[in-house]
């Protein structure tokens, strides 16, 4: 018998990103000084202030929105159902979309979003992003995440792109047996420049390590970023 995650239904809330929900590390109507923002996405039940604890140990070449999913999930929140059916990536593909519209609108307003940082199914949402389009963010950083498991017609545009990926994950992760970490681990070689930060000994987390991997990440990205 196996112990197999039990998953509550997911409700959609709505089509788009609640703008109101956003959690910004400048307050609304502030000027960041033309900074570049990175999204932040929230694993399953989770919320938009769960990875705000990040941001204080994150360069500060960048500005960090955290964004909320659009499912309720129990007293959360989510991006797609679980578990995932293959056959069926349409709740992902609407949050993508969702995503993608709230960066268009900041494009629109002179605002760059460059990169995101995504946990669990916000790792999985991140990839998505770049699946649909290989151009729509510099960078990503997916923790304890996973390509959707199927493939996309932008997957081919993806691998010639090949944006540069970190992937941290945990060793003793109960959602990832060994066949899955390879999986991953095989998709993000062949779709991305991955860098890995893998913790023999944590689970389905982020730990202090890991933090200080994301952080150089971001300062190399921030060290490669073009000089106006």
Same mark, same amino acid.
């Given at each position: 018998?196996?112990?197999?995650?039990?998953?509550?239904?997911?409700?959609?809330?709505?089509?788009?990103?609640?703008? @109101?929900?956003?959690? =910004?590390?400048?307050?609304?109507?502030?000027?960041?000084?033309?900074?570049?923002?990175?999204? /932040?996405?929230?694993?399953?039940?989770?919320?938009?202030?769960?990875?705000?604890?990040?941001?204080? &140990? /994150?360069?500060?070449?960048?500005?960090?929105?955290? +964004?909320?999913?659009?499912? =309720?999930?129990?007293?959360?929140?989510?991006?797609f159902e679980m578990p995932v059916n293959p056959e069926n990536p349409e709740a992902l593909q609407s949050s993508a979309a969702a995503v993608e519209t709230w960066i268009a609108d900041q494009v629109a307003q002179g605002v760059r979003v460059v990169g995101a940082i995504g946990f669990s199914q916000g790792g999985a949402l991140a990839l998505?992003? +770049?699946?649909? @389009?290989?151009?729509? /963010?510099?960078?990503?950083?997916?923790?304890?995440? &996973?390509?959707?498991?199927?493939?996309?017609?932008?997957?081919?545009?993806?691998?010639?792109?090949?944006?540069?990926? +970190?992937?941290?994950?945990?060793?003793?992760?109960?959602? &990832?047996?060994?066949?899955?970490?390879?999986?991953? =681990?095989?998709?993000?070689?062949?779709?991305?420049?991955?860098?890995?930060?893998?913790?023999?000994?944590?689970?389905?987390?982020?730990?202090?390590?890991?933090?200080?991997?994301?952080?150089?990440?971001?300062?190399? =990205?921030?060290? @490669?970023?073009?000089?106006?």
């Amino acid at each position: 018998m196996t112990n197999a995650p039990q998953y509550a239904p997911v409700e959609l809330i709505s089509p788009s990103i609640d703008d @109101d929900a956003v959690v =910004r590390a400048d307050p609304p109507g502030s000027t960041p000084g033309g900074r570049p923002v990175v999204i /932040l996405l929230h694993g399953l039940g989770s919320h938009e202030e769960d990875l705000t604890g990040l941001v204080p &140990f /994150l360069p500060a070449h960048f500005t960090y929105a955290s +964004l909320r999913g659009i499912y =309720r999930y129990v007293q959360g929140y989510a991006w797609f159902e679980m578990p995932v059916n293959p056959e069926n990536p349409e709740a992902l593909q609407s949050s993508a979309a969702a995503v993608e519209t709230w960066i268009a609108d900041q494009v629109a307003q002179g605002v760059r979003v460059v990169g995101a940082i995504g946990f669990s199914q916000g790792g999985a949402l991140a990839l998505q992003l +770049l699946r649909r @389009d290989p151009h729509a /963010l510099e960078w990503i950083v997916q923790l304890s995440g &996973f390509p959707f498991p199927a493939p996309m017609p932008g997957d081919a545009a993806l691998a010639e792109v090949s944006p540069p990926a +970190l992937w941290g994950h945990g060793g003793i992760d109960p959602h &990832f047996g060994p066949e899955r970490e390879d999986a991953v =681990r095989a998709f993000m070689r062949e779709h991305t420049r991955m860098e890995e930060e893998r913790r023999p000994h944590l689970g389905h987390a982020v730990d202090e390590v890991e933090l200080r991997a994301i952080a150089a990440f971001l300062q190399r =990205r921030a060290e @490669d970023a073009p000089k106006h």
